[in-house]
């Protein structure tokens, strides 16, 4: 049974890059954290962002022993933290990253938490009539077919191609990020984003 990056379908080749396409995609969420920070000076959410790219690269790069560990942990984090930061529950960080921390520790509980966390994410985005709440979701719709029909056995897989659905996913991802963290009346009007000591409670606009 194919685990880690292979189930991604991109060839993993005997260098640092692993596999080239999607580690190069994953670098789409530093740039989502950085363009956040310097938008809205958040280090909470931008650091956050930034941490799922950091993730995405070493578990599709260089492939370290505790690649998938900082993979899933980092996605769960930004998960919560949206969750936190739509339900106006901040001030909860530390519990609630020290819980998706734990499930994080087992693979077997890692990817059914994520997509738990996924779901709770988005429902929360359109509970709360986010400004940007139709294209983030269609983003991710739009991402999460893409990237599944492109798994490895499913249709779309070409492991030697330039393409990579997986690759797209990220873009798609990372695009879907900076847009729920910098919608253009976020400040104005919901007036919450982490503050500039990590994540934490929001500050007001």
Same mark, same amino acid.
């Given at each position: 049974? %194919?685990?880690?990056?292979?189930?991604?379908? &991109?060839?993993?080749? &005997?260098?640092?890059?692993?596999?080239?396409?999607?580690? +190069?995609?994953? /670098?789409?969420?530093?740039?989502? !954290?950085?363009?956040? /920070?310097?938008?809205?000076?958040?280090?909470?959410?931008?650091?956050?962002?930034? @941490?799922?790219?950091? @993730?995405?690269?070493?578990?599709?790069?260089?492939?370290? *022993?505790?690649? &998938?560990? %900082? =993979?899933?942990?980092?996605?769960?984090?930004?998960?919560?933290?949206?969750?936190?930061? &739509?339900?106006?529950?901040?001030?909860? $960080?530390?519990?609630?990253?020290?819980?998706?921390?734990?499930?994080? %520790?087992?693979?077997?509980?890692?990817? #059914?938490?994520?997509?738990?966390?996924?779901?709770?994410? *988005?429902?929360?985005?359109?509970?709360?009539?986010?400004p940007q709440r139709f294209s983030i979701?269609?983003?991710?719709? %739009?991402?999460?077919?893409? @990237?599944?029909?492109?798994?490895? !056995?499913?249709? $779309? +897989?070409?492991?030697?191609?330039? $393409?990579?659905?997986?690759?797209?996913? =990220?873009l798609a991802a990372a695009a879907a990020?900076?847009?729920?963290?910098? #919608?253009?009346?976020?400040?104005?009007?919901? !007036?919450?984003?982490?503050n500039v000591s990590g994540p934490g409670?929001?500050?007001?606009?």
């Open positions: 049974m %194919l685990s880690g990056a292979a189930v991604d379908c &991109e060839r993993i080749l &005997e260098s640092w890059w692993g596999q080239p396409v999607n580690t +190069c995609t994953a /670098f789409a969420f530093v740039l989502a !954290g950085l363009w956040v /920070f310097f938008r809205d000076g958040s280090v909470s959410t931008s650091a956050l962002i930034t @941490g799922v790219g950091a @993730g995405s690269i070493a578990f599709h790069g260089p492939m370290p *022993i505790w690649g &998938e560990f %900082l =993979h899933d942990l980092t996605i769960g984090w930004v998960l919560i933290w949206v969750i936190l930061t &739509e339900t106006k529950r901040t001030r909860f $960080w530390p519990v609630a990253f020290s819980g998706v921390g734990l499930m994080m %520790l087992a693979p077997v509980v890692a990817d #059914p938490a994520q997509g738990v966390l996924s779901i709770g994410a *988005i429902v929360f985005v359109l509970i709360g009539r986010h979701v269609g983003l991710l719709a %739009l991402g999460a077919a893409i @990237g599944t029909l492109s798994r490895t !056995g499913w249709p $779309w +897989c070409d492991p030697d191609s330039i $393409w990579q659905g997986h690759g797209f996913w =990220h990020l900076a847009l729920w963290a910098l #919608p253009p009346t976020r400040l104005s009007a919901r !007036g919450f984003a982490g409670p929001a500050r007001s606009g």
